[in-house]
């Protein structure tokens, strides 16, 4: 046995000549693989979230192929093999609610089978979080290749985009302001090729997150899904991975303190979804990197947003790629020394800096200068306050300037079925100032925290004009979506949170650059009415149906915490396990 096939965990499985060797490799040959690719080869897996199911992922056969012809040319040998795909478009509740479950299943498939790497094939919403979580439990090497964003969408001779039209069509069919016809004119023409959102969405967030953090080649966030260097850029990943097993570098010596604070301040300057908040936390939480809801205050506040995409912007991803991407925002970024760690560890192997020193920028509208940003301070909003002891979130770039401070009166919904019902009632009493609160949404209200936090204005406010109000909830919102939202509140109302007291009419105080949220009652009186109540019975009864449900309900941690189960925080490692015969 050589050298390097003593540091593989394959050669556990296939480097032996006892009957257990003799077992592993004589079923694997029933592919036809011969036997000098289980001689001291690397094993590279390749963890593919394709799905009819998962449109954005669509594509994915297509891109394994040239992730293995990387692999195979540096000298590895790849094996493709399929985990839960989750995704968003499609799946209800929603995709949140299997996030853990998809990590658990990327997590057991590392650890139970003979792989010395995994490439991680991602792209819709959950599936970048949900497979980085599961391959950092590992903690082996891991290399992502994202699956791009679809083309810009076209309707009556204009781009639009994924998601973010959709909200605005269906508040202007419920304003008068357009016809039925007209907002379904625009279905065919929204999603026109394979990939994730084409907005800064959830997904794209996401990919940028991933290529911050270091775990992919540089461009890989932006390339459109079916560009033909998004081949390239998989074929150059499969080339990487083989590399990084033999150079041993490993998950964790990217996933540090210093990468998780880069994209902190990434998802500022990119105007990031607010997913973001939850997906990184879970992901630094099972490597074992302390990040803290205050960490958003700290480090991305007071960074400009100079992306100019939707929804916050004007733009799509396909600008976005064509105007250098986000190395084009990191050099950006490190020039003006607003990039925390230069020297922080890629999966090429070089600095974060070194990628993008020289980074060409090719559109200072859809990059804009830090003097000329969208928005001066884009860093994600903490709020606290007796409303949300735990904290909640919202997102400046996507918000009504004139909002971000306001009191008014509370609109209360007790849960998602409710304001349905009532929002367009004629004689909901509400008005332009009014603070349209929803309770029940969160991890366990909603068994999943559905993207229904940016609820849609009552129609007769639309008719009179108002584009945006204040809405609070323990929700979360479409990466695509936009408005003077506050969403996350933690605790949630199915907790036992505050969220659960609200009353129509109370009295609630925004004020973000305080990072404020308040319910204007005092404390004993908020007892009271907790105590007259038991918020919890409702995620009760769901759980008592048993299944995944309970198992969810029963150990999610709650939105400041990553909304991942409390016993899979941390990292186990790859230990091999002992044999199945």
Known sequence: MTDRQRRLRSAEWFGSADKNGFMYRSWMKNQGIPDHEFQGKPIIGICNTWSELTPCNAHFRKLAEHVKQGVLEAGGYPVEFPVFSN????????????????????????????????????????TTPALLMGAASCDIPTIVVSGGPMLNGKHKGKDIGSGTVVWQLSEQVKAGTISLHDFMAAEAGMSRSAGTCNTMGTASTMACMAEALGTSLPHNAAIPAVDSRRYVLAHLSGNRIVEMVDEGLTLSKLLTRDAFENAIRTNAAIGGSTNAVIHLKAIAGRIGVDLALDDWTRIGRGTPTIVDLQPSGRFLMEEFYYAGGLPA?????????????????????????????????????????LDKPL??????????????????????????????????????????????????????????????????????????????????????????????????????????????????????????????????????????????????????????RLAQSDPTAASRRIASDGGYRQLYIEHVLQADEGCDFDFLVGCRGAEVPRHSH
């Open 87 to 126: 995704g968003e478009s499609n799946l209800r509740p929603t995709a949140m609610f299997t996030r853990n479950l998809a990590s658990m299943d990327v997590e057991e498939a590392i650890r139970g089978n003979p792989l010395d790497a995994v490439v991680l094939l991602v792209g819709c919403d959950k």
């Open 375 to 528: 928005r001066e301070d884009g860093g994600m909003c903490v709020l606290r306050g007796n409303l949300a002891p735990n904290g909640a979130v919202l997102k400046p770039s996507a918000a009504s300037p004139e909002l971000m401070t306001h009191r008014g009166r509370a609109v209360v919904f007790e849960d998602f079925d409710d304001y349905k019902a009532r929002i367009n009632a004629p004689d909901l009493a509400v008005d332009a100032d009014s603070v349209l609160v929803m309770k029940n949404c969160g991890p366990r209200g909603y068994h999943g925290m559905a993207e229904v936090g940016n609820m849609g204005l009552p129609a007769k406010l639309l008719e009179q004009g108002v584009t945006d109000m204040v809405r609070i909830s323990d929700a979360r919102m479409s990466g695509t979506a936009y408005g003077t939202v506050v969403l996350h509140v933690a605790p949630e109302s199915a907790a036992g949170g505050p969220l659960a007291a609200v009353r129509d009419g109370d009295w609630i105080e925004l004020d973000c650059d305080a990072g404020k949220l308040h319910l204007d009652i005092d404390d004993a009186e908020l007892e009271a």
């Open 329 to 369: 925002v990191l050099k950006r970024l490190g020039e003006a020394d607003r990039l925390p760690h230069k020297d922080a560890l890629t999966a090429n192997g070089k600095t974060l800096w070194e990628n993008v020193e020289d980074a060409p920028l090719y559109n200072d509208e859809v990059i804009r200068p």
